[in-house]
Structure formats: C-alpha cells, structure tokens
C-alpha cells in the first residue's frame, strides 16, 4: 500500500548576499519513512531543513503540509504544523535535568500557574521516556548524560510537541557503535509510529540500514531520489559531487626512514594516559585508532599542552621539550587540529583572513601596525593553494562548509610552519567530496616533509591514509601495525585488549 505523502516541497527559492543556496528544489517525504537527505556540505541541505523548519524564509516556491500550502513564519510555527529538528549541535542547558530541558516554557504549574508542578513534570516525562523505552531518570542533570543520550533528550523534546515529522541533522557524527544501534531502535520505533523521518548524514554505511529513499542534493539543487534498495553507494557519491570519487579503503605506500621529528616516552596522565609511547618520522602519516574513551584525543593534547601530564618527555629532531601550554607546542613546531574546529580551532565570529593568520599574527606587525595588505596576500595564496571555497577573505568562516572551514585550521598551521601536525577526526562532518580534498592534502604534507598523526573513528579513513597504525585501548597503546598488515579486524582486536602491556 502506497504511504501518505505528509510534506512536499516544489520549486524552493532561496538566496543570501546573491549567493543561490537553494535554486528550484523539489522534495517529498513520506508518513513512515525515514528520507535520508544526502550532499557535499554547501549542497543546500541545511538551508532546505532550515527553511522547513521556520529558520530561513523561502523567497519562492512551495511547501505543502498533507495536502494543504503552508507558509512557514518562524521556528514556533514549524512546532505548532508538527515538525521537530534535532540539529548536530544540541540545543540543551546542562544545569537543567532531562524534564526541564524538555518542557522548558510549557512547564505543568499549580496554585493558579505561581508554582511549578514537578511531580507532574517528571511523570510527562516519564511516559515520554517509556515510549521511547528510554532507561532514563528525568531528574538527571542534562550535562551528566552521555552525548548519546542527551541526542534521545532532544528527540523526546521534538516529540513531546506531537511531531509528525522529525529531521535530524547528523544524529550518529559523536556516537560509538554501540549508541548507533541504540538510536536506530529509536528512530524504528518512530517510522512504525507513523513519525515521517529527514535523516541527514555522511555516513554511507548507514543508509541501507536505516533509510528507505534518498534524495541527493548537489549546488543548490535536488538532483535525484532513489529508493534505497536501487541505488549503490557508488551511484550515491557519483551524483553527490558530480564526478567519480576513489573512497576506497586502501594503505599508503609505506614510508622512508625520515628524520625523526617526534619522539614521546612514558606519556602518563591519570587513569585518562598510562605509559604511552611512539615516534613519528618525517614523511609519515601515523593513524591513531581505538574505541571511544581510549585516550587518542587525550594523546593529542597532553602533547600539545592542553592538557597537564603527570609524567613523559617529549623530544622534537631529539631536543627535549618543557611542553606546559599549546604556546610552548607552537614555539616547538607542533601543531593540533581539535576534533571541535569550531569551539578550539575558529574564531567563527571573524573572517577566514584573521583566521588563517591568527597563529602567525606577530610577523604581520610593523611598527605595531598590522600590515593588511601582506594578510590578505597570504590569505588569498592559501585559499588557492588548499582550494578554499569562500567569495573572498573577508567571508565570516561561520559561513563555510565544514570541508571549508577545516581546510582554514590547515592554513593557519602551515602559515605557522608547523612540522608536526596532529589531525583529530579531520574528515567529522564533512561529506564525500571534501574528504577526499582533505585526504590528499594531508598526503601532500607527508610528502612535503611533515610529521602527520591522524586519529579516527573511522576505520577505512585510518586504512587509507596511514602508513603505520597504533591502536589504543584505556589509555595504553596495545599494538602497532604497519599498513600492509593492519586490517579492521586486527585493529578492533587490539581495540579490545585491555590486558595488554604497554607498547614502547
């Protein structure tokens, strides 16, 4: 039996600053399913979810809600029609528990609405919790839960508005495996209810798990959509960016015995480090895996000074190094590219040309001048050289895609000459297109004589660009594997060794 068509979208119109960010698209979705809504970042995705969600106002088209044309005045509105979305960066208030932050501003009162009624809060929320047979205590502190639960925290806060239709933005991009399946007996749930579910992800594995159509989106444009069970992934990536794309899982080459640039002893930091150790050479790629929780990250910033350490040495070209803040990591030649671009590594607020010098900015100085006119040369040869899609320098980064946006903490890196750079989740959020982009230009660097160490979750990203491979389980490095022996069956193996001594 054919499913009720609950939203269709015809001909959407929408542009900012001359820029068309979405140019006559066409969309529907079905009472049931869930739509996976794919494209490179700056395909026009978000702005379609935000327009159907009341953030953007369209400037042409339609969106026709059950049969009847809706124009869709802001966020409050979207609530009343019935739609939720569930954006990859929640919207919660840590201090407030789980009931709070659901019904906060619809709150049960008594005394004639003076006092807040919270028995009778925490049991709304109760029933919420058990439709969505969410094992959680409503009284629970929002900044105590885990990201996976606070993501089921803004589903259920979607829900209890009566969404008929839910969009979620990314929902597994911060989520171990075992969290995924958790979400995904969710959002089952919700497409046997009848919830009509926009699921918007990179992630190519995921789709034949969970959705029913895809629909493509490519400059603006939907391009096409599919049922699933029709489409190959190849198929899906080919129309995403318009050409072929090599995602192959493959091992680089493996590297020369380069000049040893990095070389960390008996690294220790609580429970969080114990004892670790490795060497990274010139020329290599040095990937970083493990289970979440690990201590890759944790790795990265104790190097980087970031994070105190407890005990270690930490040797650049076989000088010992007094590494206490990222300021002594920089004077060392090290750089770090957060796996939170936007919180620890832009300044979202400023321009990409006050973003790329950022790290370099006393070179700029004349006479306690800053010189603008070498800024935006060395801007500019940067937006050329990394292929940066920006209108000018002068763009708010906050703008950018999110391939985009990584490709400026590159710059700001190379402009600061660093010869050891650590690349944490480099390709988190960011599509197809763009990671092969990125994947080649941390390729170029190892071959222009840097010292990369990537960590990831993403196994085939590990695969495919590193030439040795440290694996790492509770805060030890449990196994070393050179790319023609590392496969992912060895790595989760070693992922999974608890027991194992400390490699050094």
Known sequence: MEQKV???????????????ALDGVDFDLRAGEVHALMGENGAGKSTLMKALAGIHQADAGEIALQGRAVQIQGPRHAQDLGIGIVHQELHLMNHLNAAQNIFIGREPRRLGGLLLDEPALEAQCAMLFERLHLRLDPRTAVGQLTVAHQQLVEIAKALSLRSKLLILDEPTAALNPEEVEDLFTIVRQLRADGVAIVYISHKMDELRRIADRVTVMRDGRSIATRDIADVSVDEIIQMMVGRPVDTAARPSLPSSEGEMLLSVRNLSRGKALRDVSFDARRGEILGFAGLMGAGRTEVARAVFGADPRDAGEIRVRGKLQRIRSPRDAVSAGIGYLSEDRKQFGLATGMDVESNVVMAAMPRFLRAGFMNRVAMRLVTDGFIQRL??????????????????????????????????????????????????????????????????????????????????????????????????????????????????????
């Open 387 to 504: 292929g940066i899609r920006t209108p000018s320098s002068a763009q708010q980064v906050r703008l950018l895609s999110g391939g985009n946006q990584q490709k400026v903490v590159i710059a700001k890196w190379l402009l600061r000459d660093c010869d050891i750079l650590f690349f944490d989740e480099p390709t988190r959020g960011i599509d197809v297109g763009a990671k092969a982009e990125i994947y080649k230009l941390m390729e170029e660097l190892a071959a222009n004589g840097k010292a990369i160490i990537v960590i990831s979750s993403e196994l085939p990203e590990l695969l495919r660009l590193s030439h040795r491979l440290l694996v790492m389980c509770e805060g030890r490095i449990t196994g070393e594997l050179k790319a023609d022996e590392a496969d992912q069956q060895r790595i989760m193996q070693l992922a999974t060794q608890r027991d194992a001594a400390p490699i050094h």
């Open 6 to 20: 609950l939203l269709r979208i015809t001909g959407l119109r929408k542009a900012f600053a001359g820029v068309q």
